[in-house]
């Protein structure tokens, strides 16, 4: 057996030859086993993956970049903890290990991608480096990754369902996408769907057969199906398996919110998609205790968490969108924001609105296009705990004036009227129009420029009439009005 999932560069540093160490063969295995990165799966990125992250080595990282240290996935099961397995960090230092996200795209090169470092590593006390069995191991993150996704470990309860014999899993990483050596890795990890095999095929020694595809099984002195389980995948009679370079990363069983971490990417064979035997996989409902031991919550009840937020408001520059959020009046109180604009092509930006008073807080997104459309949401994060979207707004960068405000009106004898004007911003656009207006019914409507000091003097009102008067300005995006004010002219 080997070790899937140690990735195209075990040979960059101390952590991944350390890692090397513990993929050793049970003696009653027949062939060598391997294996990860997903073979014949389909290209990332997906939102149901938003949770997976990279292990890689520090100094290769600082160096080369996390394209070139990764070596290992991990699943995000809390801003600050990963689940991972054993042999990727048995005999690492925490100081040895970086963590990253993918970016948008689903690479490691972006700029978007997130980076922590590991402060802890806390390995299953009963993790055998020989038979791979209790293959788990949980970070703790220096820095916690808060605002991305994560993903809640099964219970035993929900397992009877999600890890039954045929039931549809999916696995994700950066692992070969060919099934023997020399191994080629993607830029952008990859997704393969996969099928749970019955322990009759995992630990029982019986064959299996998954849409006309026979597979070998595996005895029970290969493979403890207490501690362990086995998928595989077939599409167009192609075999889809994680391979070499996947190990650590996620196995997932459900749909929608009952999604769930299922199992971790642990050994397979010499040659990854192959008839002799399917990935192995350490099964997550069977570490329970363990993972509770490291901090790791299971399944928080849905009104512990924040709700979702409201964007109250959204001004903008011809470059910027600043957006106004804030706290739903139930579930728990958020102790930040994220807010997300995404433009027609589907890139993301965003800004992060830490510890807000009173529950509202505001945030810019730079670098955006004028005048084209951009959906605004905003998520609320408490602790660990993050909300489902708020309502989407569409908006445009285009930099609409701010809205004046008439501050001082007072009517002068002879039809006279001074004003002062306040909040005379163009946001980035010149403002191409300041005006002060006065009408009234049956009077002719008066005008007056408002000067750069925000100074309006309007003349040749009726006496004894009733005005409201409003300040206007516009720029070459369009106008903005104050609110009226009233006066009588003497």
């Given at each position: ?7 195209a ?27 990860p ?35 290992c ?38 700029a978007?991608?997130?980076i ?19 293959d ?14 994560t ?14 014999a ?40 019986q ?36 391979c ?14 009952d999604r ?40 928080p ?16 520059t ?80 285009v ?44 009077e ?13 003097l309007?003349?040749?009102?009726s006496p ?27």
């Amino acid at each position: 057996m080997v070790t899937r999932r140690l990735g195209a560069i075990v040979s960059l540093g101390a952590v991944l030859a350390a890692a090397l160490g513990a993929l050793q063969v049970p003696a009653s295995a027949t062939a060598a086993p391997v294996k990860p990165d997903v073979v014949n799966g389909v290209e990332g990125p997906s939102p149901d993956f938003g949770f997976l992250v990279a292990l890689g080595d520090r100094v290769y990282y600082e160096d080369y970049g996390m394209d070139k240290a990764q070596f290992c996935g991990g699943s995000l099961v809390t801003s600050a903890l990963v689940i991972t397995a054993a042999h990727c960090v048995s005999d690492a230092r925490a100081a040895d290990l970086v963590v990253g996200t993918a970016d948008i795209d689903g690479d490691l090169s972006g700029a978007d991608m997130r980076i922590s470092y590991v402060s802890a590593i806390k390995v299953h006390p009963n993790y055998d480096t020989r038979s791979q069995e209790n293959d788990v191991a949980v970070l703790t993150l220096t820095t916690p990754l808060r605002g991305v996704p994560t993903v809640q470990p099964v219970t035993a309860q929900e397992a009877a369902t999600l890890t039954a014999a045929r039931a549809p899993v999916s696995v994700a990483g950066w692992g070969a996408t060919n099934e023997s050596k020399p191994w080629r890795f993607p830029e952008i990890y990859r997704i393969g769907d996969l099928v749970v095999f019955p322990d009759s095929a995992c630990g029982g020694g019986q064959p299996f057969t998954l849409d006309g595809v026979r597979f070998s099984g595996y005895g029970p002195n290969e493979v403890n199906s207490r501690v362990m389980l086995c998928a595989e995948g077939v599409i167009d009679g192609q075999i889809v398996d994680s391979c070499v370079g996947d190990s650590g990363g996620p196995l997932i069983g459900g749909l929608g919110t009952d999604r769930r971490l299922v199992g971790i990417v642990s050994w397979g064979l010499e040659q990854c998609a192959t008839r002799a035997g399917a990935g192995v996989y350490s099964r997550v409902a069977a570490f329970t205790t363990f993972l509770k031991s490291a901090g790791v919550p299971f399944a928080p009840a849905p009104d512990l968490g924040p709700q979702p937020p409201t964007v109250d408001r959204v001004t903008s520059t011809p470059t910027s969108l600043t957006v106004t959020v804030s706290a739903a009046a139930t579930g728990t109180t958020p102790d930040s924001y994220s807010v997300s604009a995404v433009d027609d092509a589907g890139m993301v930006s965003s800004c992060t609105i830490e510890a807000p008073t009173g529950g509202t807080g505001r945030c810019t997104i730079t670098g955006l296009l004028a005048a084209q459309d951009y959906t605004v949401t905003a998520i609320a994060i408490a602790g660990d705990l993050v909300s489902a979207p708020s309502k989407a707004i569409v908006v445009q960068p285009v930099g609409l004036p701010s809205t004046p405000r008439i501050t001082y009106a007072k009517a002068q004898r002879g039809g006279f009227a001074g004003f002062i004007v306040d909040n005379l911003h163009g946001n980035g656009s010149p403002l191409t129009e300041r005006v002060l207006r006065c009408t009234s019914r049956g009077e002719t409507t008066r005008r007056a420029p408002i000067e750069s000091q925000g100074l309006a003097l309007i003349s040749r009102l009726s006496p004894g009439a009733k005005y409201r008067c409003e300040a206007i300005v516009a720029n070459d995006y369009g106008r903005a009005t104050s609110r009226a004010v009233t006066l009588v002219a003497k």
